[in-house]
């Protein structure tokens, strides 16, 4: 099974600030990464796909890049609404697999 | 819009079956391209992919729960549903159903059903 490996656990930022979190497979995935947001209490939302392609409705200040094992996961200026747990997954392999998550705060 | 409901007990005694099904309004699952899912999450804790099925009936399962676990579909219905055997303990969570789309992102999903498994 292909394991994910996100960095870091969490992450403290101001209001503005870039924020970058990274994920590693632990074999090639080719861009088969899916990145989602999750607020308390709530469903996972799908943010970015194909490592790189923003879903539908989703702010132009999140993006995605990386391809292989390591990816890279980016918010270019935190705002208040994007305090949340983020999720890797790979979809190269079955069976799915999930990041352990980032969780993000406001500093 | 898709939507995705889960339903079935909240409480499950240790040792016996855990149900739940997942109603799907807005589009229907036998019109293929889509795979039907299963996540769960226990408390505070990450996500995990339980397993998958297709209109068809065709299923993937995680290997680490596949010796307990079944996925079928009614697609009269428009339902598919889990069902996971000899629980414990270590099976309260959330559940989630979702969709995976073509892209294989799970863009739609339910709003989580919390089971606890305690006598």
């Known amino acids: 099974d292909i394991q994910m490996t996100q960095s870091p656990s969490s992450l403290s930022a101001s209001v503005g600030d870039r924020v970058t979190i990274t994920c590693q497979a632990s074999?090639?995935?080719?861009?088969?990464l899916n990145w989602y947001q999750q607020k308390p209490g709530k469903a996972p939302k799908l943010l970015i796909y194909d490592a790189s392609n923003l879903e539908t409705g989703v702010p132009s200040r999140f993006s995605g890049s990386g391809s292989g094992t390591d990816f890279t996961f980016t918010i270019s200026s935190l705002q208040p609404e994007d305090i949340a747990t983020y999720y890797c997954?790979?979809?190269?392999?079955?069976?799915?697999?999930f990041g352990q998550g980032t969780k993000l705060e406001i500093k | 819009q898709v939507q995705l409901q889960e339903s079935g007990p909240g409480l499950v005694k240790p040792s016996q079956t855990l149900s739940l099904t997942c109603t799907v309004s807005g589009g229907s699952i036998s019109s293929g391209g889509y795979y039907w899912s299963w996540i769960r999450q226990h408390p505070g804790k990450g996500l995990e992919w339980i397993g998958y099925?297709?209109?068809?009936?065709?299923?993937y399962y995680n290997p680490s729960l596949k010796s307990r676990v079944t996925i079928s579909v009614d697609t009269s219905k428009n339902q598919f549903s889990l069902k996971l055997s000899s629980v414990t303990a270590a099976d309260t969570a959330v559940y989630y159903c979702?969709?995976?789309?073509?892209?294989?992102?799970?863009?739609?999903w339910g709003q989580g059903t919390l089971v606890t498994v305690s006598s």
């Open positions: 979702a969709r995976e789309a073509p892209s294989g992102g799970d863009d739609y």
């Open positions: 099925i297709y209109y068809s009936g065709s299923t």
């Open positions: 997954q790979q979809y190269d392999n079955l069976p799915r697999a």
């Open positions: 074999q090639d995935i080719s861009n088969y």
